[in-house]
Each structure stands twice: as structure tokens, then as C-alpha cells.
């Protein structure tokens, strides 16, 4: 990704909640997932974390769901919509360190992902989450066996959260929350009935348990997606 060069160090020192620019001596990796031993480029780690921290420039020629304040991003949609959220993919997956984003390069939607949908709340202009959302054909209740396996022995087709993220700065004020309801709203579900891919982070079960009201979560090993275009 390109670094901005007008995100210098001086402006991130500014900016609240950015003092793990530099890491203290027992601090090996920054809250938005730069590691002191990978990103030693102060300017690299500027930019990751800016975008972290207070989300991605939505472009104008993107649309959007004005009732809801949504961008939908689907493998029809434009080639710069669909590189913005791959980049938000790439903040959720440095901040978790994962090996893989859980969205393709902006040019592999239609032949890897054709089902897969993102959707991204909108604040000021800037895209400050993501949901990743899809629809799988197997998933099974939250119950795991003597042995501790979760079986998805259930076939009907779900619609599944595979992964969420909101902005480092947005954070503890319901926005991933509201941002579950709508997928679910537009979509014509409940919020209870959505699968949940695993494996879930405390504040991903956190915030699915929510919604179950004292029943089992939905879980989903995230593949395989439907390979029909549309959910």
C-alpha cells in the first residue's frame, strides 16, 4: 500500500490515543498490529496506524445506503470500492495477525468470492469498519462434543458473519453493534439467526452473544461460500 507522504510522525503525535509510535521496551507490538520487529519505518507504521485509528477516505464515486449510512460492496461493484475495503480487511487483519485477509485483492472477487459482500459504516466521509458477510451452506450450534469438536452438521444455507472490524478511535460506543443490526436488516434477517465464523475473538463472541438472547450461537467454519453470485 502506498504510505501517504503528507502523514508525517509530527501529525501522528498529535493525534490521540497514537503514543505506541514508539514501543516501550516490553511493548513488541502497537494495538493497531505493527510489530517493532517488521514495520521499523516510522512513517509505514504512521500511515497503518492513522487508518487504524480513524478509517480509510471514502471515495465519491463510491454509492452508498443513505437510510442506513452503509457502503455495500459486493464483486460487481467498482474496482476503487472494491480496493478500499480490501484495505480494511488488511487493518482488521494486521490488528488480529492473521496470515490472510479475509477478502481477496480487489480483482479476485468474481472468480474466488462471486457470494461474499462487505459492508462498511460511514462517518465524515471516511469508512471507519467493515463487515464481511456471505452466505454458507453448512454450520452448527455452539455445542461442542466430549472431545471439544463443534460439528456443522446443519445444511441449511445462513447468512455469516466471517469477520468484523471498527476503527480503533469509534470503538466502545455500539457502532459494531449497529453495524451487525443493519447487514441483518438490509438483508431481511434477524440478528439472532446469523452464523459466525470461528474462530471468534472475546470481543467477536462478545458482541455475537448480544443478539442470541440466552439461546446457542450460530457458528460457521467460514468456507465453503456459496459459488453463485448474490446472496
Request: glycine share 10%; proline share 7%; net charge neutral.
Given at each position: ?6 502523514v508525517?510522525?509530527?501529525i ?34 504512521a ?52 496470515d490472510?485477509?479475509?477478502l ?33 451452506t453448512?454450520w ?6 466430549e ?32 453495524l ?31 443478539f ?20
Open positions: 500500500m502506498h504510505v501517504n507522504p503528507e508525517t510522525v509530527e501522528l503525535d498529535e493525534q490521540p490515543g497514537t503514543h505506541w509510535i514508539d514501543w516501550p521496551s516490553w511493548q513488541d507490538d502497537c494495538p493497531c498490529g505493527s510489530s517493532r520487529y517488521v514495520d521499523r519505518d516510522r512513517a509505514s507504521h500511515h497503518w496506524h492513522l487508518n487504524w485509528a480513524y478509517g480509510m477516505p471514502y471515495p465519491n464515486a463510491c454509492p452508498y445506503l443513505y437510510e442506513s449510512g452503509l457502503a455495500m460492496v459486493t464483486w460487481s461493484s467498482a474496482l476503487v470500492c472494491r480496493r478500499l475495503a480490501f484495505h480494511m480487511a488488511q487493518l482488521f487483519r494486521r490488528e488480529q495477525h492473521y490472510f485477509a479475509q481477496p485483492p480487489a480483482g479476485g472477487w468474481r472468480q474466488h468470492y462471486p457470494n461474499i459482500q462487505a459492508y462498511m459504516p460511514l462517518w465524515h466521509g471516511r469508512a471507519v469498519g467493515i463487515a464481511i458477510v456471505g452466505r454458507v453448512a452448527g450450534w455452539d455445542r461442542a462434543d472431545k471439544g469438536y463443534i460439528h456443522f452438521d446443519q445444511t441449511e444455507s445462513a447468512l455469516a458473519i466471517a469477520g468484523i472490524f471498527v476503527c480503533g478511535n469509534y470503538r466502545r460506543n455500539g457502532l459494531g453493534e449497529r451487525v443490526r443493519e447487514v441483518a436488516r438490509v438483508n431481511g434477517q434477524k440478528p439472532a439467526h446469523l452464523a459466525w465464523s470461528v474462530p471468534l475473538t472475546e470481543g467477536g463472541r462478545a458482541l455475537a452473544n448480544k442470541t438472547q440466552g439461546e446457542n450461537l450460530r457458528l460457521c467454519g467460514g468456507v465453503p461460500w456459496e459459488s453463485k453470485p448474490g446472496i
